[in-house]
């Protein structure tokens, strides 16, 4: 059965902090796919990135990077120099190959970035 | 332009009522879903469906029941509303159904539900 945990429920930082959010997933496929979404205040989910899993390498995107390590089953998200629009809750989400399209997201953490 | 809609935003009931939300994506998606986010912002799939075909129904009370007219829409009733129904319901598509669980899948904006 596919699971994922956040271990963080609430992270605060101040402006311009970098902060990472941990993700850790289980699954026995070898075929599965890793996503984060972002959830603000407004209450719309908002996706971040899709990673699947013959693709380790890590990507970047702004200021936003993702460190994806099979070995350690971990997904984590790394924000540099955080904003205070950066604040929000950020899902993990786990979709294997075996159980269709549906997705088993994390509790989520919140993210409070103050100024 | 709204690629995933759910109407209504907010909805505030009576316990017992029969009530439904409705979803329409313009994305071209052959894929839908139901996802059910409870008070701890826990988020759970309900339901899925592939051109009109359900394929995920998970362990969801029969009060609640899945209907798509056509591949756009998907909409869900929920009978005999009780207290722990409330929560916010989220709608999303994606591009394809069991063969592409890779694919984004996009969220509609969420309907708050108040069961009182």
């Known amino acids: 059965a596919q699971k994922v945990t956040q271990a963080q429920t609430e992270i605060s930082v101040v402006e311009k902090e970098d902060v990472t959010l941990d993700c850790v997933y289980e699954?026995?496929?070898?075929?599965?796919?890793l996503f984060w979404y972002k959830q603000p205040p407004s209450g719309e989910l908002v996706f971040l990135i899709r990673r699947n899993s013959f693709d380790e390498q890590n990507e970047i995107s702004g200021r936003y990077s993702w460190n994806f390590q099979k070995s350690t089953s971990s997904f984590n998200f790394t924000i540099t120099a955080s904003q205070v629009v950066d604040s929000a809750v950020y899902f993990c989400?786990?979709?294997?190959?075996?159980?269709?399209?549906?997705?088993?997201f994390g509790e989520g953490t919140q993210l409070t970035v103050n100024p | 332009d709204t690629a995933v809609s759910q109407t209504p935003k907010y909805l505030v009931t009576q316990m017992g009522n029969d009530k439904s939300i409705k979803c329409e994506q313009n994305l071209g998606h052959d894929t839908m879903y139901w996802y059910k986010q409870d008070s701890k912002k826990f988020l759970k799939i309900m339901f899925s469906y592939n051109n009109k075909e359900l394929i995920i129904n998970e362990t969801v009370p029969n009060r609640f029941s899945p209907k798509s007219p056509d591949k756009a829409h998907l909409n869900l009733h929920i009978n005999s509303l009780e207290l722990g129904d409330s929560a916010v319901y989220f709608c999303?598509?994606?591009?394809?159904?069991?063969?592409?669980?890779?694919?984004?899948?996009?969220f509609g904006p969420g309907t708050r539900l108040t069961v009182l």
């Open positions: 989400a786990l979709s294997e190959e075996t159980s269709g399209s549906r997705l088993t």
């Open positions: 999303a598509s994606s591009p394809q159904g069991t063969s592409g669980p890779n694919n984004e899948q996009f």
């Open positions: 699954t026995r496929d070898t075929t599965y796919y």
